[in-house]
């Protein structure tokens, strides 16, 4: 048995010294950006030693260090484009390098590499912190029976009892369909203001909103997603023409500007999604310009700014879905039926017994579970909302099983409403 441990130990040993030995970090700090996995502040650190192995062990040591699987399925995913003999070698050893006895093995490999591995701890213990818990923003609470959206914000801790603490309102008017994304500690809003032009960003840190520039077009019901520091706005609708947009704009977070920089293949408004993976985004589902589902998967590729189309549509009859990334794995959500799309297997599975009986809901994944929340459906010509925040086992929607419902019963919404701009913080520190 002892030799067996030591068999181990070498494979995970030399594993790393070749990860430190060939990875250079600028080829993989920006999906871990993007997924929220490193911070600004860390990637600085990181980027601020003297040499890439220094670099590579800076950025190392704290992913090995957290406790939350998601850090290493995402470095995984980074390491695919640029290192696949990497990424070989570790799916042939997955089970020896992700072992939990391994801990202080790897930790060990590390500092007998690099005298200044202490230099990392102050990193190290906020990234592992920070990846213990996650939190979604909803800006605006809006029931179609009552008047227009309110400019009110919260923040969800997602864990089983599901905390709500009320934040500094957006000082802007909100309008309906609007949209957020989230980049660094910041939350993003689209498609607000009188001309419905309008970008907000809320700074986590100072908890202050900051008016950025607007957008080209002016536009709700659109979908969002950043892509490294770029926020990318997809399609939408305008309001005072009754026209739906087939156009895509690029929002530059540290540039502070916006730009037109394609189109999509179909104008589509109220796909209710828009899904980063990799250079590309995934859009599925909406409405055409006759109002009707449109039931195409657009995929806008961000490095030739050009847009084709998967030649399998959405199986699901709802214009409206809500999608969430779970490693290679899009889980999407709509009122009357679900499905889940593989990038690996480029094909989509239908979970008929699973429905969300809600539209216009919140949809964020933390830590093996599903989080719905708010929401609404029509029945006898009235809106139904919600003020739940519901959740289930994502083991229940990958595997078909029985969806066993549970709801938070510890807080609810400050009222029931319809969720258009929510934001996931994901990891947040």
């Keep these: 048995m002892q030799n067996e441990n030591e068999r181990i130990k070498n494979k995970v040993k030399d594993m790393l010294k070749t990860i430190i030995d060939e990875v250079d970090p600028n080829n993989v700090l920006d999906l871990l950006i993007e997924r929220r996995i490193v911070n600004i502040e860390c990637r600085e650190k990181i980027m601020n030693e003297k040499t890439k192995k220094e670099r590579c062990r800076a950025l190392i040591y704290p992913l090995l260090n957290c406790a939350h699987k998601e850090a290493f399925i995402v470095f995984r995913q980074a390491l695919e484009?640029?290192?696949?003999?990497?990424?070989?070698r570790i799916d042939e050893n997955k089970d020896d390098f992700s072992s939990?006895?391994?801990d202080e093995t790897k930790v060990k490999v590390i500092e007998e590499a690099n005298e200044k591995t202490e230099q990392c701890d102050e990193v190290a213990s906020a990234e592992s912190s920070r990846l213990l818990k996650s939190c979604v923003f909803i800006i605006g609470f809006y029931d179609p029976n009552e008047n227009n959206p309110t400019s009110d914000v919260i923040k969800i801790n997602l864990n089983k009892s599901a905390d709500i603490i009320s934040i500094q309102q957006i000082p802007a008017k909100m309008g309906m369909e609007s949209a957020a994304a989230v980049y660094d500690k910041s939350v993003f809003v689209t498609g607000i203001g009188n001309q419905s032009n309008e970008i907000w960003r809320f700074d986590s840190t100072t908890s202050n909103w900051m008016q950025c520039a607007s957008m080209v077009q002016c536009r709700r019901r659109h979908g969002v997603a950043f892509l490294g520091h770029i926020l990318y706005i997809c399609g939408g609708w305008i309001v005072s023409q009754n026209r739906t947009l087939d156009d895509v704009e690029a929002y530059d977070a540290l540039g502070n500007r916006c730009v037109h920089v394609g189109r999509l293949a179909w104008a589509v408004e109220s796909s209710g999604n828009c899904v980063p993976f990799k250079s590309s985004l995934y859009i599925f589902g909406g409405n055409g310009p006759n109002g009707k589902p449109l039931g195409k998967v657009q995929v806008f590729d961000t490095k030739s700014n050009t847009c084709s189309v998967l030649n399998k549509d959405v199986p699901i009859g709802d214009s409206f879905l809500r999608a969430a990334l779970w490693e290679n794995t899009v889980i999407l959500l709509g009122v009357y039926g679900n499905c889940i799309y593989n990038f690996e297997a480029k094909d989509f599975e239908v979970r008929k017994e699973f429905k969300t009986d809600a539209v216009y809901c919140g949809l964020a994944i933390s830590d093996g579970f599903v989080f719905v929340i708010g929401g609404g459906r029509v029945e006898n010509n009235k809106w139904i909302c919600r003020d739940d925040v519901r959740y289930f086992s994502i083991e229940n929607i990958l595997n078909n099983q029985p969806i066993n419902w549970k709801t938070c019963f510890e807080?609810?919404?400050?009222?029931?409403?319809?969720?258009?701009?929510?934001?996931?913080m994901g990891l947040e520190p």
């Design 100 to 102: 939990k006895d391994l």
């Design 81 to 88: 484009e640029h290192y696949h003999w990497i990424v070989e």
């Design 411 to 424: 807080s609810k919404l400050p009222k029931p409403t319809l969720v258009y701009a929510f934001a996931d």
